[in-house]
């Protein structure tokens, strides 16, 4: 089982970047998939969460990330559009096999961490 998160980069306030999530080893949607988030001298964050065709989002990311998955190519996108400097951070992905979706930013419900992507937004 592996899950690799890839797709970060440098961008510029205001732009774009979707990152993926490319699952091996069991299906993606036998799982919900989160995305999660960690900037320097923080805690890791919960970004996005998609399971049984439900989508969540942190109040900081409502209205300019998009979370959807492609079942065909077992991965997770997680567009980002208007990013911000704050918005900086190593993105991860994780399944949870399951959870209360009202728990879905804890970490402890997650496993199969991926490596991480890095996105910096910066002028």
């Known amino acids: 089982v592996q899950l690799q998160a890839s797709g970060g980069g440098l961008v510029q306030p205001g732009g774009s970047l979707r990152l993926s999530c490319a699952a091996s080893g069991f299906a993606i949607d036998d799982y919900g998939i989160g995305w999660f988030r960690q900037a320097p001298g923080k805690e890791r964050e919960g970004v996005s969460f998609?399971?049984?065709?439900?989508?969540f989002y942190a109040d900081s990311v409502k209205g300019r990330f998009t979370i959807s998955r492609d079942n065909a190519k077992n991965t997770v996108y997680l567009q980002m559009n208007s990013l911000k400097l704050e918005d900086t951070a190593v993105y991860y992905c994780?399944?949870?096999?399951?959870?209360?979706?009202?728990?879905?930013?804890?970490?402890?419900?997650?496993?199969?961490w991926g490596q991480g992507t890095l996105v910096t937004v910066s002028s």
């Open positions: 994780a399944r949870a096999p399951r959870l209360p979706f009202s728990l879905w930013q804890a970490l402890p419900y997650y496993e199969h």
């Open positions: 998609i399971n049984v065709g439900r989508k």
